[in-house]
């Protein structure tokens, strides 16, 4: 059965996603595996929200509360050794516990940790990626493909990461 | 989050992205993409819950090694333990978002007049 999106959607908010109008933009990027996976490092995005307390400030959602229109289009870094007391969750348009109680539903640290001690991958970069989803409305996503989104692929390549895996919130 | 996938995959790096919104990565066009049938916040399951969270990651792996071709789009059969009205209320912020604040009104007006539409007969 395919998988239905709009099913823990309330109908207002599914409304808000079906007037967001939008084509692909052709051709969808490409870049093949250089490796088995067993050998690639991997690193962590999720768009969740979280960021490192007391390191890092949260997203600017006073901002984003004075001019709903507006979404922090930032990233935080959130080290591979963190533990779950100094994350923090901010975002407006989701529930913070789940992640507050175990980041992993968001960015899956701890999981790859046991992936990479069981040989099922190579290794994880020391440092994963967190952005806040909500982009303002319409949505503008031209800070993150023009500054962000590339300020941590170099990251990631300067750390020799080779996949990533994304999780939005 | 689809455009960050993209970006990142026209970087040099390989994309997986783990999503409940299928919808909005074939709009935007993904590399690759697992679709789960989740509530949202708990893409990868429920806090705690590490062997549904490692089924889901091992089916996203799966995915990133056999994909061959962009835009492809498989879908997880993982079902969520939990009845669909309390996962719709869990994963919600306790207030509404500041931008459904503003547009609800606007929404409603146009979901009215779509249920009117669709009551209407053609030649009526």
Not at chain 1, 19 to 37: A, F, G, K, N, V
Not at chain 1, 103 to 128: C, K, M, T
Request: aromatic fraction near 8%; hydrophobic fraction near 35%; glycine fraction near 6%.
């Amino acid at each position: 059965m395919p998988v239905d999106s709009f099913k823990y959607l309330p109908r207002i908010i599914a409304a808000f996603y079906e007037t967001s109008d939008c084509q692909p933009e052709l051709p969808i990027p490409w870049t093949p595996l250089r490796r088995p996976l067993n050998e690639s490092k991997f690193g962590l995005v999720t768009s969740g929200g979280l960021f490192h307390k007391g390191v890092e400030p949260p997203f600017d959602l006073k901002r984003e509360r004075q001019e709903p229109t507006w979404g922090d289009p930032t990233f935080r870094t959130i080290p591979a050794n963190i533990s779950q007391g100094e994350i923090g969750v901010s975002h407006l348009h989701v529930n913070p516990e789940m992640a507050e109680s175990d980041f992993n539903v968001l960015l899956p640290i701890q999981r790859f940790q046991e992936l990479a001690a069981e040989g099922r991958i190579g290794s994880l970069a020391e440092n994963a990626y967190s952005f806040m989803g909500y982009q303002g409305y319409p949505p503008d996503t031209t800070a993150w493909r023009e500054t962000y989104a590339p300020q941590v692929a170099e990251k990631f390549k300067a750390e020799g990461v080779d996949c990533v895996l994304l999780t939005p919130s | 989050m689809p455009v960050l996938a993209r970006t990142l995959e026209a970087a040099g790096l390989s994309t997986i992205l783990v999503t409940m919104m299928p919808f909005w990565a074939e709009r935007v066009g993904v590399p690759r993409t697992l679709a789960v049938e989740f509530p949202f916040a708990q893409t990868l399951g429920q806090p705690h819950n590490r062997g549904q969270q490692m089924s889901v990651i091992q089916s996203a792996l799966q995915v990133l090694e056999e994909t061959d071709q962009p835009g492809i789009i498989c879908h997880s059969p993982e079902e969520w333990p939990q009845p669909k009205d309390q996962a719709i209320k869990a994963w919600q912020p306790a207030e509404p978002s500041p931008i459904i604040r503003e547009m609800a009104p606007q929404i409603r007006t146009l979901l009215r007049q779509r249920r009117i539409k669709s009551r209407s007969v053609p030649g009526d």
